[in-house]
């Protein structure tokens, strides 16, 4: 049977309501079971030396001294990884970021490795292995690293994207383009334009649990892997490649996770730790610290922005240009481009124009977080409208709404908007409670908007019917906020049965089919759909069943509310029968009841958000403190509400992190100065007030019930709405992120002074 | 190098246990005793993950060395249900949806059980100061206040 994806309206019972998380009892009571977690019979302790120089060539390691200390049973190098990336260049980075080859390119870059029988011996066995670096020239700024006199960090990268072949080699991996119309044109109508430059400082994911895993290879060559992580079918592929492994052979079990934010959706250690259990014969486990968490791991790209906007009297945006710089780390990825996508996604724009570039810096390789590369740009272009607000005298409110994509509008990357949610969150934020709470002295409101794409991909899904009635779910989407209760939702409301007659579980790489990761917001929206697919599959057997019982033809056979009904006038005298009584009898009807979904989950449906807040900011010491905090959304169907606010709330706290404290410190000698909890200040509960919360629903015509990615938009908003109330509270524009006490204090002693 | 021989209470059981002088209690609970349900976030003392109460007084088990729980009584998360009847706190943390990836719950629930030892009546900035040593990534805060200030009303009333 052909299955339908579209929206189609319907009354929800089960959907939309607030019921307990099926994992969540061995999650209050210390039961459940995380990275580190797990361990094996006779498992070693694996550990990584890391390079303490920013950019530096290896000449040689010597391992012989750590080898030779009693109780170590492996000792590797790049040497026991070696290159079977068969020139995809994508895979030789990921290899060389697990464990350097020829060049350190960070601080905390890995060199070595070692598993020993315990964490003081492996700890020693570091110590005990050689490196001799030849230290050479880095740069951790996005802007210097520009520069043509910028130390090189890779001489085999040469600008694509250019018109010309370059001939020199650049830190610069990438120009990207994106717009339609005529910004020259459109600014030559504007009677108002606003130019700025910002920057944004680089943050991490910020997870709580560490990255770990355990690895076991067996003699046989198959093997097993246990991970933290928010795709395993991902990280098996990766790391059988890696390690020259059939991907069938390598069995891959996410434990529950501890937070990934983006930031497990790249391997690091877990091909280190496959390779050190390859060498060792035992299962090896590798948990790392949080001051490698830090330096080797994660984190978002720094930038550097300009913008520039053009408006007449009467409001309406004539043109809109940006260059976005993006740092990616030492190796090349595609964060600028993204941030030039989604730079001015939330307006009708007629001329528009965004530049992005990818750049190379002696910094950890830029991973995902959460609706990647879009909060810097939202900041910077966001900051700019709402200065051009006030240029006009125009409520910064009622500026957006005029200027607001709509459905039919062509976004500034391109595609043609079907409904959108961004006029709906404005007005919604315009008529907000929020909007006309009193502010005191020293007190600032602001708002922005945000957006992000939302993924679909490759999921699969299994849906088992017990003989009992119950119903098991097994999905390949790892749960990192709550996705197993809305998926088990999903199945009550298809199924017509109640929630607690079902059991959601994340099922490993053997035991389903292939699933993209969990990331891009994709994984309650795909998820959901081939829930809702495996559902009505299922139902096809439960009909057929009935009518196998009934000894009448299926076609006189209807689901309705969990019950197989009888219809027909000749049918009159049948009752129904429940899932249960189908279920029942299904070893005498053909056999176990299932319903299978394998699909590619298209048109996840954009999604946009506005928010506000107020925030206090002392002029003598430039310490903030936020007030009020309000996210408004356009979720499409929220199917656990309660996880939605969940997930704005969340987005909403790391955004607010970014925008006041949060940084990567580098000293001059190129190596991260704040690798810890304490350095790098999270938002702790006393910074923070009560987020509220308002979701919207404008339903996503790609999905049966309208559902959109709800996961990462939520910290697009942010930087910007802080940045606009902070301004409005200290009198003076920010424009470097995060607005830490000292840089709003030197912003109010510049305007004071000037 | 010769191990320490401890004794000492846990969630009111007594347990003996070997183990090296520079070993942490946190290290001794999940890998000598399977107790995982404090969790490392930082080894530091920085993130509250590890939270246990130690004779009735809340800390982190990273900065706590195995060898010193000698004699003494320790309450972790695992010990906070009576048999299949979950401790208020816990309850009201499932029914809140105070949790997402729940790493850094175990840690929230031993200092908010702490804290409403202390304080029964907490406002809601003593609930947001006395749970500061705790981080949580996912949540904003905003649920644990509530199941915390859900739960000291429900304990007061009991
Ligand atoms: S692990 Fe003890 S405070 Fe973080
Ligand atoms: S729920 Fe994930 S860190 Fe708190």
Request: aromatic letters at 6%.
């Amino acid at each position: 049977m052909n299955f339908d994806p579209r929206f189609s309206g319907r009354k929800f019972a089960s959907v939309g309501t607030r019921p307990i998380r099926p994992d969540g009892v061995d999650k209050v009571t210390g039961r459940a079971r995380y990275g580190a977690d797990f361990n094996m019979a006779g498992q070693l302790v694996g550990r990584v030396l890391r390079s303490p120089h920013a950019h530096a060539i290896i000449r040689k390691i010597d391992t012989s001294k750590a080898e030779k200390l009693a109780g170590v049973k492996a000792v590797i190098t790049a040497a026991d990884l070696p290159d079977l990336t068969d020139g995809d260049a994508a895979m030789y980075d990921i290899l060389d970021n697990c464990m350097a080859r020829t060049k350190a390119l960070y601080d905390g870059h890995a060199v070595a490795a070692v598993a020993a029988i315990d964490a003081r011996t492996a700890r020693q066995a570091l110590k005990l292995i050689e490196v001799d670096y030849e230290i050479l020239p880095h740069v951790t700024d996005v802007d210097e690293a520009m520069q043509h006199h910028a130390p090189l960090i890779n001489d085999t990268i040469f600008t694509e994207g250019l018109e010309e072949k370059p001939v020199k080699p650049s830190n610069v991996t990438k120009r990207s383009q994106f717009g339609h119309g005529d910004v020259h044109q459109g600014f030559g109508h504007a009677d108002f334009i606003v130019e700025r430059s910002f920057k944004t400082e680089q943050t991490h994911q910020g997870y709580i649990e560490p990255h770990a895993c355990v690895a076991s290879v067996s003699s046989d060559g198959t093997a097993d892997l246990w991970v933290c992580t928010q795709g395993h079918f991902v990280y098996r592929q990766h790391c059988a490649q890696l390690l020259g492994m059939e991907a069938s052979k390598l069995r891959v079990t996410s434990s529950e996770i501890g937070g990934g934010f983006g930031g497990k959706t790249h391997v690091w250690a877990e091909p280190v730790a496959l390779a050190l259990s390859r060498k060792a014969g035992r299962p090896v486990k590798l948990v790392m610290t949080r001051d490698e968490v830090f330096r080797a791991s994660g984190p978002t790209s720094a930038t550097s922005i300009d913008v520039k906007i053009g408006a007449r009297k009467d409001g309406t945006i004539t043109a809109a240009e940006a260059t976005l710089r993006y740092s990616a780390g030492p190796y090349a990825g595609s964060w600028a481009e993204i941030g030039a996508m989604t730079a001015f996604a939330c307006y009708k724009l007629d001329n528009v124009k965004t530049v992005g570039y990818e750049v190379l810096v002696n910094r950890p390789k830029t991973a995902a977080y959460r609706a990647p590369s879009a909060p810097m740009a939202a900041f910077a272009v966001e900051s700019a409208v709402d200065e051009l607000a006030k240029e006009l005298s125009m409520d910064p409110v009622d500026f957006r709404i005029k200027n607001a994509a709509q459905e039919g509008t062509r976004s500034s990357y391109g595609p043609v908007y079907g409904p959108i949610g961004i006029g709906p969150t404005l007005e919604a934020v315009k008529n907000h409670a929020h909007m006309k709470a009193p502010l005191a002295k020293n007190q600032g409101r602001g708002m922005a908007c945000g957006f992000w794409f939302n993924f679909g991909g490759q999921t699969c899904v299994d849906l088992n019917i017990g003989m009992d009635g119950s119903v098991s779910l097994a999905v390949g989407t790892v749960d990192v906020g709550g996705s197993r209760a809305s998926l088990s939702l999903v199945a009550a409301e298809e199924l017509g049965i109640d929630y607690s007659q079902l059991k959601a579980i994340v099922a490993d790489t053997s035991s389903l089919g292939y699933n993209d990761m969990t990331d891009g917001s994709r994984g309650t929206f795909s998820s959901s759909m081939a829930t809702i697919s495996a559902a009505r599959n299922a139902i096809k057997i439960l009909r057929e069943r009935a009518a196998q019982m009934w000894d009448i033809s299926v076609d006189d056979v209807v689901w309705e509310q969990g019950h197989a009904v009888a219809k027909g006038e000749k049918h009159g005298n049948l009752g129904k029968l429940s899932l249960k009584e189908i279920a029942a009898e299904s070893g005498k009807t053909g056999g176990p009841i299932a319903g299978h979904s394998e699909l590619v989950a298209d048109g996840a449906g954009v999604s946009f958000a506005t928010h506000i807040c107020d925030i206090e900011v002392d002029p003598e010491t430039g310490s903030t403190r936020v007030i009020r905090y309000t996210v408004v959304q356009d979720a499409g169907k929220a199917v656990h509400p309660t996880y939605v606010e969940g997930q704005y709330q969340g987005g909403a706290a790391q955004g607010i992190g970014w925008a006041l404290n949060e940084e990567y410190i580098y000293g001059k000698d190129g190596r991260l100065q704040n690798a810890g909890f304490l350095d790098y200040r999270i938002p702790v509960c006393s910074d923070l007030p009560m987020i509220d919360t308002q979701i919207l629903e404008i339903p996503n015509p790609n999905h049966p019930y309208g559902v959109r990615g709800v996961g990462e938009t939520s910290i697009v908003p942010p930087l910007a709405a802080i940045a606009n109330a902070v301004s409005n509270a200290a009198g003076v524009r920010m424009t470097h992120i995060p607005m830490s006490p000292p840089r709003i204090l030197a912003a109010i002693e510049a305007e004071r002074g000037g | 190098m010769a191990g320490i021989a401890v004794s000492t209470t846990i969630n009111g059981d007594i347990t003996e246990y070997l183990c090296q002088p520079d070993e942490t209690l946190l290290d001794v609970l999940r890998d000598r005793l399977g107790l995982t349900g404090a969790k490392e976030g930082c080894g530091t003392g920085d993130c509250g993950a590890c939270s246990i109460i130690l004779d009735n007084r809340l800390v982190c088990s990273c900065l706590v060395l195995g060898a010193e729980a000698e004699g003494r009584r320790i309450e972790t998360v695992e010990g906070m249900a009576h048999g299949d009847q979950l401790h208020t706190l816990q309850q009201k943390f499932l029914e809140h949806a105070a949790l997402q990836c729940g790493i850094c719950t175990p840690g929230f629930l031993i200092a908010a059980k702490d804290l409403l030892a202390k304080n029964p009546d907490p406002s809601e900035e003593e609930i947001r100061f006395g749970l500061a040593g705790n981080l949580c990534r996912c949540t904003g805060y905003d649920k644990i206040v509530r199941a915390v200030q859900d739960a000291a009303h429900v304990m007061k009333g009991a």
